[in-house]
């Protein structure tokens, strides 16, 4: 096995969100093969529980080197500069097209790291160079996110008495297709069925942002019951994974995933996940896993709060309002087929998507750029 010195890594590694739990779960995977050493930019905040791997990488204390390659957790947030003689960039795009300042912050990389096909192929049409360009997926720890232990069959007669809950996570923002959600979950159901949807959509990017007050809005404007949607709140990864384990059924229509961490962690809980069937989370879901909501079109990109309608951000997807409904109806009613269904998703998470997956990725296209001591910097036929 080729190894190094040591690998830089530098993100905002104790951010919450996707950013933080990408670099945390990815540097942990990678800290048993590779070598470690953290280039954070933000104090170190206290976690009620670590990702596997996350509490050796932090008491390893490996320095960053200069002349070793440092990898990058590339966000919207300001970066100061970071060591290494190499540059690895690592970002997620949930459009159709990269605009040119964004691809300005992408030229100090010397290569690019994406983690979907999808995404890649959208990186080459935005005019980046295909050699600069490789993916390294992103995973899901199956040890920590699980089925519930004591699941009740679909056949059993009081889980066919109790509400039926639909389970969204995703921030409250126009690209998750949470507009769409609660209209085809006003459609789908009566009053009097048994059944109502958490929204896991709290967003920290929006000032004083009240989730409770934004569905109750929201439900009004969309013809919803508001008293059937209810608000869940951020409690750490251990109550994410029970918030996953009490729901019955996953439901995402979103407009474009880079990759769509929350989906693939709740096919690792067993739930059947109901996804719009675009963008990289395509890598994993499948009509075997999952129920694909087909695409109505494809639509200019329409969300000034978080897009700068100054950029071209391409196009992303409109899913099809009527034929989402009629997945949830198939879902609620179809109790056993989708339960068998979530359960070939549980055993494709946890056998084909892992951390650890991720990282052996990782590290395979490292030494595909001449990672080792004796050969860094990389020759120039080692990195073509």
């Known amino acids: ?115 979907s096909l999808w995404q890649r192929q959208v990186a080459i049409e935005s005019g980046l160079a295909p050699q600069r360009l490789a993916v390294v997926p992103e995973g899901v720890d199956p040890q920590v996110f699980q089925p519930h232990p004591h699941r009740p069959s679909a056949l059993n007669r009081d889980l066919r008495q109790r509400r039926f809950r639909f389970l969204c996570v ?31 959509a709290h967003n920290g990017y929006i000032p004083h942002f009240d989730l409770k007050a934004s569905i109750n809005h929201a439900a009004k404007l969309l013809g919803a019951e508001a008293h059937r949607i209810l608000p869940s709140y951020p409690a750490g990864r251990s109550g994410l994974v029970q918030v996953l384990q009490k729901a019955d059924a996953f439901v995402l229509p979103t407009r474009g995933e880079a990759w769509g961490l929350p989906i693939l962690e709740a096919m690792a809980c067993g739930l059947p996940c109901i996804v719009t069937d675009w963008s990289g989370l395509r890598a994993y879901a499948h009509p075997g896993n999952a129920y694909l909501i087909p695409v109505k079109n494809l639509i200019p990109v329409n969300d000034p709060q978080f897009f700068d309608p100054n950029l071209d951000w391409g196009h992303w997807a409109e899913p099809d309002l009527d034929a989402l409904v009629a997945l949830m109806r198939q879902v609620y009613h179809d109790r056993e087929a989708a339960q068998q269904r979530g359960a070939i998703a549980r055993a494709e998470a946890a056998s084909l998507w892992t951390w650890e997956r991720a990282a052996h990725t990782a590290q395979q296209q490292l030494a595909a750029l001449g990672f080792r001591p004796d050969r860094w910097p990389p020759s120039v036929s080692a990195a073509a």
């Open 1 to 115: 096995m080729l190894r190094s010195l040591v690998l830089n890594f530098a993100s905002y590694f104790f951010a919450p969100g996707g950013w933080g739990t990408h670099a945390r779960s990815l540097a942990g995977a990678l800290h048993p093969i590779e070598p470690i050493a953290l280039c954070d930019w933000q104090p170190p905040q206290p976690l009620a529980d670590w990702e596997r791997g996350v509490p050796e990488l932090l008491t390893a204390g490996l320095q960053p080197a200069a002349n070793a390659p440092t990898l990058v957790i590339v966000s919207g947030l300001p970066m100061p500069p970071f060591p290494g003689c190499c540059q690895i960039g690592l970002f997620v795009w949930e459009t159709t097209h990269i605009h040119q300042k964004f691809q300005q912050l992408l030229d100090r990389f010397d290569y690019l790291w994406v983690p």
């Open 170 to 200: 995703g921030k409250w923002e126009r690209r998750k297709g949470i507009d769409l959600l609660i209209q085809a979950f006003a459609k789908a159901f009566e009053p009097q069925d048994p059944v109502e949807l958490v929204l896991h």
